[in-house]
C-alpha cells in the first residue's frame, strides 16, 4: 500500500494516527530509533528556547554552509509545505525523500505509535543519512528534557531564551520551564545560552551535569553600532562584522 503513497497520502494518514497532537516522552521515539539503526551525522547540534529558534536554526546553518559543510536543518512548524522543516543545505527536500523516510519508519515501528511530529522527527534524521551531512541542526518542538528531538544524542545545545509558553505541558513558571528546556544539555558538552537574564535552573542543571554552559554577559557579549557589531569572548573580540540578514534587532 505504501508504495502508491503520495506525500499528501501519508500527512492525511498521520494526522489521524495519534489521537493527541501531543505526547510528551522519550520511550517511543527511542524504541523506534534502534530498529531504524540510522547513521548518526559527524555532529548534532539542538536549539531550544522559546522565542528566536527559527532564526538561530538559518544562521547556523548558513554559518555552516559558509565554512564549507553540508547542513542538514530539521524546523517546525512549517509555512506552506512539510517540505520546509527539512532542509538540506538550505533547500527544502523533495516529496520523494520523505516518502521514502515514512516508508522506513513505519516499517520499523511495529506497534508503537507515533505522534505527526515524531514521524517528522525521525524522518528528518533518515534523510540526513541518505545525504550524509556533515551537521544536522534540530529545532526542539516542545520544552527540551521530553520532546521527540532529545532522543538525537546532540554534541552541543543552544538555549535561546526563557519566555512562559506552553505553561499546560511545561510548567507555570520560568524556573519551571528552563528545568524542560534545560534537558537537551548533556554531560561534558558545551551549551551556549543566549539571554543576558538567565534562570537559575539553567545554571544549576549545567553544574548537575557539569556541562560547560557559555553564557551572554558572563562568557560573551554583543554591542551594536550603526550597520555593524561586535561580538566579544572570554579572550578576543570580533569587531564590525555585518549586521546578519534576518532583519530585527532582536535578531
Same mark, same amino acid.
Given at each position: 500500500?505504501?508504495?502508491?503513497?503520495?506525500?499528501?497520502?501519508?500527512?492525511?494518514?498521520?494526522?489521524?494516527?495519534?489521537?493527541?497532537?501531543?505526547?510528551?516522552?522519550?520511550?517511543?521515539?527511542?524504541?523506534?530509533?534502534?530498529?531504524?539503526?540510522?547513521?548518526?551525522?559527524?555532529?548534532?547540534?539542538?536549539?531550544?528556547?522559546?522565542?528566536?529558534?527559527?532564526?538561530?536554526?538559518?544562521?547556523?546553518?548558513?554559518?555552516?554552509?559558509?565554512?564549507?559543510?553540508?547542513?542538514?536543518?530539521?524546523?517546525?512548524?512549517?509555512?506552506?509545505?512539510?517540505?520546509?522543516?527539512?532542509?538540506?543545505?538550505?533547500?527544502?527536500?523533495?516529496?520523494?525523500?520523505?516518502?521514502?523516510?515514512?516508508?522506513?519508519?513505519?516499517?520499523?515501528?511495529?506497534?508503537?505509535?507515533?505522534?505527526?511530529?515524531?514521524? &517528522?522527527?525521525?524522518?528528518?534524521?533518515?534523510?540526513?543519512?541518505?545525504?550524509?551531512?556533515?551537521?544536522?541542526?534540530?529545532?526542539?518542538?516542545?520544552?527540551?528534557?521530553?520532546?521527540?528531538?532529545?532522543?538525537?544524542?546532540?554534541?552541543?545545545?543552544?538555549?535561546?531564551?526563557?519566555?512562559?509558553?506552553?505553561?499546560?505541558?511545561? &510548567?507555570?513558571?520560568?524556573?519551571?520551564?528552563?528545568?524542560?528546556?534545560?534537558?537537551?544539555?548533556?554531560?561534558?558538552?558545551?551549551?551556549?545560552?543566549?539571554?543576558?537574564?538567565?534562570?537559575?535552573?539553567?545554571?544549576?542543571?549545567?553544574?548537575?551535569?557539569?556541562?560547560?554552559?557559555?553564557?551572554?554577559?558572563?562568557?560573551?557579549?554583543?554591542?551594536?553600532?550603526?550597520?555593524?557589531?561586535?561580538?566579544?569572548?572570554?579572550?578576543?573580540?570580533?569587531?564590525?562584522?555585518?549586521?546578519?540578514?534576518?532583519?530585527?534587532?532582536?535578531?
Amino acid at each position: 500500500m505504501s508504495d502508491a503513497m503520495h506525500l499528501a497520502d501519508w500527512l492525511g494518514r498521520l494526522e489521524s494516527v495519534s489521537p493527541q497532537e501531543i505526547i510528551l516522552g522519550l520511550d517511543r521515539v527511542t524504541a523506534v530509533l534502534e530498529r531504524l539503526d540510522a547513521y548518526r551525522p559527524r555532529t548534532v547540534l539542538h536549539v531550544g528556547g522559546t522565542n528566536g529558534k527559527g532564526s538561530s536554526v538559518a544562521m547556523l546553518g548558513a554559518l555552516l554552509r559558509g565554512a564549507g559543510y553540508l547542513t542538514g536543518t530539521y524546523t517546525s512548524p512549517h509555512l506552506r509545505r512539510i517540505n520546509e522543516r527539512i532542509a538540506i543545505s538550505g533547500e527544502p527536500v523533495e516529496d520523494e525523500n520523505i516518502v521514502s523516510a515514512f516508508e522506513r519508519i513505519e516499517a520499523a515501528r511495529g506497534d508503537v505509535p507515533l505522534t505527526y511530529f515524531e514521524f &517528522g522527527t525521525l524522518a528528518a534524521l533518515l534523510v540526513f543519512d541518505d545525504h550524509e551531512v556533515d551537521v544536522a541542526v534540530f529545532e526542539v518542538g516542545l520544552g527540551g528534557r521530553l520532546d521527540a528531538v532529545n532522543a538525537i544524542e546532540p554534541d552541543a545545545a543552544l538555549i535561546t531564551s526563557i519566555a512562559l509558553d506552553h505553561q499546560e505541558w511545561l &510548567g507555570d513558571s520560568r524556573e519551571a520551564i528552563a528545568r524542560e528546556k534545560a534537558g537537551i544539555m548533556r554531560p561534558a558538552r558545551p551549551v551556549v545560552y543566549a539571554e543576558a537574564d538567565r534562570p537559575e535552573a539553567i545554571d544549576a542543571f549545567a553544574a548537575e551535569l557539569n556541562a560547560t554552559l557559555l553564557a551572554q554577559g558572563r562568557d560573551f557579549g554583543y554591542r551594536v553600532d550603526g550597520d555593524t557589531w561586535s561580538w566579544t569572548g572570554r579572550s578576543h573580540t570580533l569587531a564590525q562584522l555585518a549586521r546578519p540578514g534576518v532583519p530585527g534587532d532582536f535578531q
